[in-house]
């Protein structure tokens, strides 16, 4: 089976890789964090920042994405991929003056805003650029990239933590973040040079009423 899959689509996956691997290096320990560096935190700070995150970003994301689905062409998928990331990827910086539970709660408000415009752009360019025919393998192929990636990161972030503590980790975390977050500067031609001509599948009509 061949393996060669477009510009669009391996950018894609090593920009998913590289960004979403670093926050693998924090993921696992992000709770010792608080609990240990910031003033009152326990285990309940641990939760509400998570839920914080997972509320802003699935708030946001419908709205995000009905805003990009109105648009033709692909410039805004684009641009909202290129700013949320971009956005997500400064989060750990703020994590280095955090000392304070609503310091946590509003980075996590940041980060939720930040993948709520990160997440549906990334799906929409991944699923129009997809090879027809390799579907499953290209799906398959970014879920093992990831798969990989957090799962070593994770292992490596415990480490730095132990030896160089949690600022030097943040710093490590922001600019690899980074990289993966300008990877898909990479396929910038790609997006801006078909304008608004970008075919999309027909609108779907609901039937009429008997």
Known sequence: MSILINKVIRTLIQADLVFLAAFGLISPI?????TDQIKGGNVEVVGFSAAVYWIIKSILQIPIS?????????KDDFYFLICGTILAALVPIGYIFSSLPWHVYLLQAIYGMGMAMAFPSWSAIFTRHIDRG?????????????????????????????????????????????????????????????GDGYIRAPEIKKPPLL
């Open 134 to 194: 390799k579907e499953a393998f290209e799906w398959g192929l970014e879920s093992t990239a990831l798969g990989f990636g957090t799962g070593l990161t994770g292992a490596i972030g415990g480490i730095l933590v132990a030896y160089f503590g949690f600022d030097l980790l943040f710093v490590i975390v922001s600019i690899l973040a980074l990289v993966g977050a300008l990877l898909p500067l990479m396929i910038r031609r790609e997006m801006l040079s078909q």
């Open 30 to 34: 992000f709770a010792v964090f608080i």
């Open 66 to 74: 009905e805003i990009l689905d109105k648009k033709r062409g692909e």
